[in-house]
């Protein structure tokens, strides 16, 4: 745990000099804008649009997998878009803009240990006035959204007698995620029950078990999965997510790739830290 104090800053120097982006680029209606995308980068883009304003625009991805999300005026995810397309091809993105204001368009890579360089290509496809069924659409998602909040509360002593740890652990996470802008506290206590959890499994597992090979494929990929939606909502519980839950022995590769997965990890938790707290890189 010690590392922390000494990291963190190496971490925001490296950042600094090797990911340095600048201010969000503001889109215009058919104007394209291409960017470089690369491990531990996130490109952003911004959007001052009207109230109740539908928006579609399309990222073309060239060489890498990327994931792009829409956060409202006031920070909060609208839309987390990603198609099954892998690292070339297009992502589509559309919304209702439900309020004035300055939108953020975010681009990164799917997964942010992979050490892949590619381009990115943003245009905004069609930006005017949401017409009534669009505007409705909107409405009925927060209904049914608000629905299936209120029907989770209902279930939520059922969640901890779930015998397998791992189908407990998903459901954790994926209420967590459901929560988190109504009840960010709530949220926090599932996402808590969910990295105990793991931790816990973590620990129990035998490398010398003829099964190991398997579970280390599911564990790296749900470690990985936390620590993406940590870094979204809380980048300090994402670092020390990290910290304490240390990667199994890895049966396919040696140490060193497993030590720069980890860097690259960290870099990308560093870079949300810098973009949502500048003040941390001091």
Do not use: N
């Given at each position: 745990m010690n590392k922390r104090p000494v990291l963190l800053p190496l971490l925001f120097c490296v950042f600094l000099t090797a990911n340095a982006q600048?201010?969000?680029?503001?889109?215009?209606?058919?104007?394209?804008?291409?960017?470089?995308?690369?491990?531990?980068?996130?490109?952003e883009f911004t959007l001052n649009l009207k109230e109740n304003t539908f928006v579609q625009l399309v990222v073309e991805q060239r060489g890498i997998d990327a994931t792009v999300k829409v956060l409202s005026p006031n920070g909060k995810i609208l839309g987390d878009f990603d198609s099954p397309n892998g690292n070339d091809g297009p992502e589509h993105v559309s919304f209702v803009a439900s309020a004035a204001g300055a939108y953020l368009i975010s681009v990164s890579p799917l997964n942010p240990a992979d050490a892949s360089t590619g381009t990115i290509e943003i245009k905004i496809l069609e930006m005017r006035e949401a017409n009534e069924q669009e505007l409705k659409a909107g409405k009925n998602?927060?209904?049914?959204?608000?629905?299936?909040?209120?029907?989770?509360?209902?279930?939520?002593?059922l969640i901890t007698e779930i015998k397998s740890p791992l189908t407990r652990i998903r459901a954790q996470l994926q209420v967590a995620q459901l929560i988190w802008s109504s009840d960010e506290?709530?949220?926090?206590?599932?996402?808590?029950?969910?990295?105990?959890?793991?931790?816990?499994?973590?620990?129990?597992?035998?490398?010398?078990?003829?099964?190991?090979?398997?579970?280390?494929?599911?564990?790296?990929?749900?470690?990985f999965e936390i620590i993406?939606?940590?870094?979204?909502?809380?980048?300090?519980?994402?670092?020390?997510?990290?910290?304490?839950?240390?990667p199994p022995p890895n049966p396919y590769e040696d140490r060193r790739f497993n030590s720069q997965q980890e860097g690259l990890l960290e870099l990308s938790i560093a870079n949300r830290l810098l973009r949502t707290d500048p003040n941390r890189a001091q």
């Open positions: 600048g201010p969000a680029t503001t889109l215009q209606l058919g104007t394209p804008v291409e960017r470089t995308l690369k491990a531990g980068q996130t490109q998602q927060e209904v049914v959204k608000a629905k299936g909040i209120a029907l989770l509360m209902e279930m939520d002593g506290k709530r949220g926090s206590k599932y996402f808590a029950d969910a990295t105990t959890g793991f931790k816990e499994y973590l620990a129990s597992l035998d490398p010398s078990s003829e099964k190991y090979s398997q579970q280390y494929q599911v564990i790296t990929g749900m470690r993406q939606i940590l870094t979204e909502r809380d980048p300090d519980a994402a670092l020390s997510f990290i910290y304490s839950s240390k």
